[in-house]
């Protein structure tokens, strides 16, 4: 539960009376009272009632808890208090004879004189109650039904991959005295992610506070860590969990007032969560060997176009523009730097890479701060078609992030093969793959290449293929 502390005027009344009350007082055992499904109703009385007055001088506690066997419904459940018969003597602030309700809040609420017919909804699920009398008068007593209160709203969404949910009466005003929980539970290594679809329109005194009434939201699953409070009129950003579990409480006060809110929860992969840029600076460390270009899977590579082992080569990242759409291939060079095509670069306002991913729907997002393209680079002939983009956040290696090795001096390529891979398309025009293939292509010399392309084959370009198996549109 959320804690918090609200506190009414009487507090300090009470703990003087308390503080004030005689030494010699006779103190009646405690009372614990569970309310649960099956007894879900029962009774507190005076001492004698009522067929005796209650006597001098006596205070007795009771001790009332809801208890279902779920956590989600002991939170979203309450408990009904109604003074059936309620009768003692009647002073200023209560201070002589009465009968105090504490919740969990620390809020205190005292009552004395006639009170019969009283009817309210505390908002807990464990109360404690305590009758008090001093030495003076003597009265008829009380029977007071508590009963327990399941709210009508709320519930568990497990196994779905999204959902609405809704205030209650949504789109018309919330009820009064609401109390609503929801928990959404996603398979473990994915996250869940809320999105305010319509109008929000929570009404409270302070929108800062939000202490009336107020959605909160859990993004760990558990109201006493990481929970923030929403109200007012601004509707929020998306909130992504931070665990595979997330839970909303809605909550109002005995004003009937807003129009509520309706949320769309999604469940998504934990690797697919955009990353806001670092504003840490990349500092080098010390100078050492790093292991690089080592594929996973080495001795399974496949000739032919197949789908091959995931995270076989960690360097391989799929670049988005900024509507996520995947739009090319490129090679991690270092932890801030990835190479690629020029044409990948143009008249991009905006773009993601995407590290450790396989299939496009997982892995983790890195915007990128800089493309730099190669200045002889010309669109017509795709001569120097080479960029480097920079990462606005350093990546981190580890067994499915890499960086692949860049040649030191020039590498002879006579009758050797390199590999092609990427999420590119298997015909032209045709859709880009979830998860990409690699081919093996033999390198063919420059002068073979200009015999068959021409003038625009030049020294700086590196000839491959041949073999029916190339790359296509989407693995630049």
């Known amino acids: 539960m959320e804690t918090g502390t609200v506190a009414s005027s009487l507090t300090v009344l009470m703990l003087y009376r ?42 007795q506690q009771f001790d009332v808890k809801v208890h279902l066997g779920d956590r989600l419904m002991e939170e979203s459940a309450r408990i009904q208090v109604t003074f059936e018969v309620f009768l003692m003597e ?37 109360i404690r109650m305590r009758m008090y009398t001093d030495e003076t008068v003597e009265d008829r007593g009380f029977r007071i039904r508590v009963k327990l209160f399941q709210s009508p709203c709320g519930g568990i969404f497990k196994g779905q991959r999204s959902g ?43 929108d800062q506070t939000c202490l009336m009434d107020y959605l909160a939201v859990s993004r760990t699953g558990n109201f006493s860590t990481d929970t923030k409070r929403y109200c007012g009129q601004t509707r929020p950003r998306t909130i992504i ?12 006060d ?20 955009p990353m806001a840029p670092s504003t840490t600076p990349y500092i080098p460390q010390s100078c050492s ?33 900024d509507f996520y759409t995947y739009i090319c291939s490129g090679s991690l060079i270092s932890p801030t730097f990835v190479l690629t095509a020029a044409h990948c670069c143009e008249n991009q306002k905006k773009l993601y890479v995407k590290l450790g991913a ?24 795709y001569v120097n078609d080479i960029a480097v983009i920079e990462l606005a956040q350093s990546a981190k290696f580890d067994d499915f992030v890499r960086r692949i090795c860049l040649p030191v001096e020039e590498v002879d390529t006579t ?46 370009n590196i000839c491959a293929g041949g073999l029916k198996e190339d790359t296509c549109q989407g693995d630049s």
């Open 18 to 59: 308390v503080l004030m009350s005689p030494t010699h007082a006779a103190v009646l055992p405690s009372r614990v009272i569970f309310l649960t499904a099956q007894q879900d109703v029962a009774y507190i009385e005076s001492p004698g009632f009522p067929d005796a007055l209650y006597p001098k001088d006596t205070q």
């Open 90 to 126: 009647k002073s200023y602030f209560c201070h002589k004879d009465g009968f105090d309700i504490v919740d969990r809040t620390g809020e205190v609420r005292a009552y004395c004189g006639p009170q019969g017919g009283r009817n309210f909804l505390m908002q807990d699920n464990h």
């Open 164 to 206: 609405i949910i809704m205030s209650p009466h949504h789109p018309y005003a919330y009820t009064a005295d609401s109390l609503c929980i929801w928990r959404i539970e996603a398979p473990r290594n994915m996250l869940i992610k809320l999105q305010f679809t319509s109008y929000f329109d929570i009404r409270s005194e302070d």
């Open 241 to 252: 969990s931070k665990t595979n579990k997330l839970e909303l409480k809605f909550v109002s």
């Open 254 to 273: 005995c004003i009937e007032d807003g129009r509520g809110f309706k949320v769309r929860f999604d469940i998504i992969s934990a690797y697919n969560v």
């Open 289 to 321: 060997r790093v292991d690089c270009g080592k594929a996973h899977d080495e001795s399974a590579r496949i000739v032919g176009g197949s789908e091959f082992r995931p995270h076989k080569y960690p360097w391989l990242v799929p670049i988005f523009d």
């Open 358 to 381: 396989h299939s496009l729907r997982e892995g983790l997002y890195r915007p990128v701060s800089k493309c730099v393209i190669h200045p002889g680079y010309k669109r017509r002939n």
């Open 415 to 460: 009758g050797k093969s390199g590999v092609i891979g990427g999420w590119g398309r298997e015909s032209y025009g045709g859709r880009d793959r979830d998860t990409p293939k690699d081919a093996e292509v033999p390198f063919v010399s420059n002068a073979e290449c200009v015999s068959k392309f021409g003038s625009i084959i030049l020294d700086t």
